[in-house]
């Protein structure tokens, strides 16, 4: 498994790291037991990051990752977090005052004294422009609260602003063969400004597993189910935001294009991490076979699969199915 800085941080994190989303139990429930398997499989494979928030489960990913940091040798591993969505996502909730409280809880759940790495999870545009709150986040670090802060968000816009910054340390982005946007200028301005770049829903909520079809269906707690247009949050966050039916159309072409020991979840995931700027992709697993699977897709990053043959139906499936719709949103 490829390791790449983090940043400016001196650290170093997966080329593939673990989102832990699920570990929530907001995509259907996950036991502990299954939690744990989770975690340790993705460690035996290479995987040194860990991303999660405040939010997943209400708590759950957080207190389920630190009972595994403190009983696991887990040497290496940088578990970076989120905080911003325990409130309305509204500009006057983010203040100094929130943020230690967000913190403090979230080093309580994992039972540390210093966050790894927090991440401002998709806040409004108006905060992510504001120097208040990177003057906010500079006085976590000199706290000893956090030892790095990045940016999660939602578009394009809202990445350049954060690159900016100039003690961003990462800004997570979904960037998959359905959201092409962040190559435009995401990428290169990431590379260029030595800012880590976390690819977020690389497999497009699980429509680029190949394993779905018209009649699949989802649990009634899954947002997969009750957020297609965005009824909860952001609708990008879904499937990212692409039609479920244009996306099954589209991973049949991907599929048809990609030689027979070679799946599209692994072709996906190894694309992403190898093109320019980004320094790892953070697939969610329910159990350890995604995890391993996802894992193990390092190995196409080295050779032995022609990655950039699969660049070129990605962007022409891209530019005739999905551009029109997909590009100008994000």
Same mark, same amino acid.
């Given at each position: 498994?490829?390791?790449?800085?983090?940043?400016?941080?001196?650290?170093?994190?997966?080329?593939?790291?673990?989102?832990?989303?699920?570990?929530?139990?907001?995509?259907?429930?996950?036991?502990?037991?299954?939690?744990?398997?989770?975690?340790?499989?993705?460690?035996?494979?290479g995987?040194?990051?860990?991303?999660?928030?405040?939010?997943y489960?209400?708590?759950?990913?957080?207190?389920?990752?630190?009972?595994?940091?403190?009983?696991?040798? +887990? %040497? *290496?591993?940088? @578990?970076? =977090?989120?905080?911003g969505?325990?409130? &309305?996502?509204?500009?006057? #909730?983010? $203040?100094?005052?929130?943020?230690?409280?967000?913190?403090?809880?979230?080093?309580?759940?994992?039972?540390?004294?210093?966050?790894?790495?927090?991440?401002?999870?998709?806040?409004?545009?108006?905060?992510?422009?504001?120097?208040?709150?990177?003057?906010?986040?500079?006085?976590?670090?000199?706290?000893?609260?956090?030892? +790095? %802060? *990045?940016v999660? @968000?939602? =578009?394009?816009?809202?990445?350049?602003? &954060?690159?900016?910054?100039? #003690?961003? $340390?990462?800004?997570?982005?979904?960037?998959?063969?359905?959201?092409?946007?962040?190559?435009?200028?995401?990428?290169?301005?990431?590379?260029a400004?030595?800012?880590?770049?976390?690819?977020?829903?690389?497999?497009?909520?699980g429509?680029?597993?190949?394993?779905?079809?018209?009649?699949?269906?989802?649990?009634?707690?899954?947002?997969?189910t009750?957020?297609?247009?965005?009824?909860?949050?952001?609708?990008?966050?879904?499937?990212?935001?692409?039609?479920?039916?244009?996306?099954?159309?589209?991973?049949?072409?991907?599929?048809?294009?990609?030689?027979?020991?070679?799946?599209?979840?692994?072709?996906?995931?190894?694309?992403?991490?190898?093109?320019?700027?980004?320094?790892?992709?953070?697939?969610?697993?329910?159990?350890v076979?995604?995890?391993?699977?996802?894992?193990?897709?390092?190995?196409?990053?080295?050779?032995?699969?022609?990655?950039?043959?699969?660049?070129?139906?990605v962007?022409?499936?891209?530019?005739?199915?999905?551009?029109?719709?997909?590009?100008?949103?994000?």
């Open positions: 498994m490829q390791q790449r800085p983090l940043g400016r941080t001196g650290r170093n994190v997966s080329a593939i790291g673990l989102g832990t989303w699920q570990l929530g139990a907001d995509w259907g429930q996950v036991s502990e037991t299954e939690a744990e398997a989770v975690l340790a499989a993705s460690v035996a494979s995987v040194t990051l860990f991303d999660t928030a405040d939010v489960g209400d708590g759950r990913s957080e207190t389920l990752i630190g009972r595994f940091m403190s009983s696991h040798d +887990a %040497y *290496g591993v940088t @578990v970076a =977090t989120k905080m969505r325990r409130m &309305a996502q509204e500009p006057e #909730n983010y $203040t100094p005052e929130n943020f230690r409280a967000w913190t403090a809880r979230s080093r309580e759940n994992l039972g540390v004294d210093t966050l790894d790495l927090v991440q401002l999870h998709c806040p409004p545009t108006a905060v992510i422009e504001d120097d208040a709150t990177y003057e906010a986040l500079d006085a976590l670090v000199a706290d000893g609260a956090i030892n +790095a %802060y *990045g999660s @968000v939602e =578009t394009t816009a809202q990445a350049l602003a &954060a690159i900016r910054r100039p #003690n961003v $340390t990462n800004v997570q982005i979904i960037f998959n063969p359905f959201r092409l946007k962040p190559m435009d200028e995401v990428l290169p301005a990431a590379e400004a030595k800012v880590a770049i976390f690819a977020r829903v690389p497999l497009a909520s429509l680029l597993s190949g394993k779905y079809s018209a009649s699949t269906t989802f649990a009634d707690n899954d947002h997969r009750y957020n297609r247009q965005g009824e909860a949050f952001d609708k990008g966050e879904t499937f990212s935001g692409v039609d479920f039916d244009e996306g099954l159309a589209a991973v049949r072409e991907l599929t048809e294009a990609l030689p027979a020991n070679v799946s599209l979840p692994q072709a996906t995931l190894a694309w992403i991490a190898t093109r320019p700027g980004v320094t790892s992709v953070i697939p969610g697993a329910r159990n076979d995604q995890a391993t699977s996802n894992a193990d897709a390092a190995a196409l990053i080295d050779g032995g699969f022609d990655v950039e043959a699969f660049d070129a139906v962007r022409d499936v891209y530019d005739r199915r999905l551009r029109e719709a997909i590009h100008p949103q994000w």
